[in-house]
């Protein structure tokens, strides 16, 4: 994973300073690219611990098609749970709840998550309906029927309902590439990455998401190229990140997935794992919402 502590150093290099809409204060660089060839192993940072749980179900509940964070809490997965609630907060019902109170609430009373936890149409709405299209589904049958196409895209951006979308989509776009030698890669356009909480997950996001589709469609996964607009570091997140360049990267781990009688329709969280997944403590900072 040198590639990522690359990615850091480019950015801590270009130092433009930036206002965001957080308030917190950025490094910024627009237009990286990094490359990971996951035949090297899968992508998951150890220069700090990841949470590979949160990874995995993140991305069933983007194909499941869901907007609501109930499975994710459900599931112990509180990667999303800032933004409903600021939503939340401006409603009728809000009655000086904690964030903690109001996840318990969450967990316990249906009627409430399914009205206070929706985050609108944000990426799982957008892959399996994009305007009454489902784009995930024609991914596949169009990447089985037709493998050489240079249109194998999904987007998340859509114009139409990016308002109403509790936070507008980061990982806004993606696109398939079958090479000859039956190898599959997949590119990511990012419009706004988060360097030391967000890219890492998007990292091993959107490599799980490769592998699952190559198994589906009978290819190898090879190469998740990971294209960034503006690649930014938060300013309370600059000493965390100049701590991850004193540690040395570890060998990477191997993604394990039980596919059998299965498709990517019916991949549960028991089917993944890693085995030989070492990594170097995990490194706390705060989330900008």
């Not at 800032?82 to 964030?99: A, C, D, G, R």
């Not at 980061?170 to 360097?195: A, E, N, P």
């Amino acid at each position: 994973m040198k590639q990522y502590l690359e990615l850091v150093k480019d950015v801590l290099k270009n130092d433009e300073k930036r206002e965001d809409r957080t308030n917190t204060g950025t490094i910024s660089k627009f237009g990286t690219q990094s490359r990971y060839d996951l035949r090297e192993g899968f992508p998951l940072l150890t220069t700090k611990k990841v949470f590979f749980k949160g990874v995995v179900h993140e991305i069933l509940w983007f194909i499941s098609g869901d907007t609501n964070i109930k499975y994710l809490v459900d599931n112990k997965v509180n990667i999303w749970n800032e933004w409903p609630y600021e939503t939340f907060k401006k409603s009728n019902e809000f009655n000086n709840e904690t964030l903690e109170e109001y996840i318990e609430k969450i967990k316990v009373d249906n009627e409430f998550s399914k009205k206070h936890g929706e985050l609108g149409p944000v990426y799982g709405k957008q892959w399996r309906n994009f305007n009454g299209v489902d784009q995930f589904k024609n991914l596949i049958n169009d990447i089985k029927e037709n493998p050489f196409s240079r249109r194998h895209i999904i987007s998340a951006w859509n114009p139409a309902e990016v308002n109403q979308m509790a936070l507008p989509p980061c990982h806004s776009l993606f696109q398939f590439y079958v090479s000859s030698d039956g190898f599959i890669d997949l590119q990511l356009y990012q419009r706004s990455g988060d360097i030391f909480l967000g890219v890492p997950f998007n990292i091993a996001s959107y490599s799980l998401l490769l592998e699952l589709v190559a198994r589906e469609c009978n290819l190898k996964a090879r190469y998740f190229i990971h294209t960034i607009g503006d690649a930014h570091i938060y300013s309370n997140h600059i000493e965390q990140l100049q701590l991850q360049l004193t540690r040395e990267p570890k060998k990477l781990a191997q993604l394990k997935v039980n596919w059998e009688n299965k498709s990517i329709f019916d991949i549960k969280f028991e089917d993944i794992s890693l085995e030989g997944y070492e990594s170097h403590p995990a490194i706390k900072g705060a989330v900008a919402v």
